[in-house]
């Protein structure tokens, strides 16, 4: 499906969102001294899967904050340049993300498709 948001904080409210999310279910997981997950912090369990998960939520998190940060400073978003597209889409949501990778391997996408991305990277500061 397709949903547009009018909404000029929508980043920012996803993101905070996000974190607050985060933050309550890992002080839920520290609480609990026989949860799976204290075990794997504690090294009592041997969880790669777990560990990388828990490094990339962290990883993520901190590329929102940070983005967020910069991008609510004065209303205004920081500027974003054709260089940063491929490090920033790597947070786009999955449907723009798709479309970026089509489109930078070289193929074609519909004219709606076009056009939601280029309103999307202008959404995202890009002139």
Do not use: W
Not at 30 to 49: H, K, L
Not at 70 to 78: E, K
Request: aromatic share 10%.
């Amino acid at each position: 499906g397709l949903a547009i948001f009018k909404c000029h904080n929508m980043e920012q409210l996803l993101v905070a969102m996000f974190n607050q999310l985060l933050q309550l279910r890992m002080e839920s997981y520290s609480m609990s001294s026989s949860s799976y997950m204290m075990n794997v912090f504690n090294g009592e369990i041997e969880d790669i899967r777990t560990l990388n998960l828990i490094r990339s939520l962290t990883e993520y998190q901190s590329r929102l904050t940070r983005r967020s940060a910069a991008s609510s400073g004065s209303g205004q978003r920081a500027a974003l340049l054709s260089s940063q597209v491929k490090e920033v889409s790597l947070s786009f949501p999955a449907c723009m993300y798709n479309i970026f990778r089509i489109l930078e391997k070289g193929e074609k996408v519909k004219h709606e498709q076009r056009y939601q991305f280029s309103l999307f990277l202008k959404d995202l500061g890009m002139q």
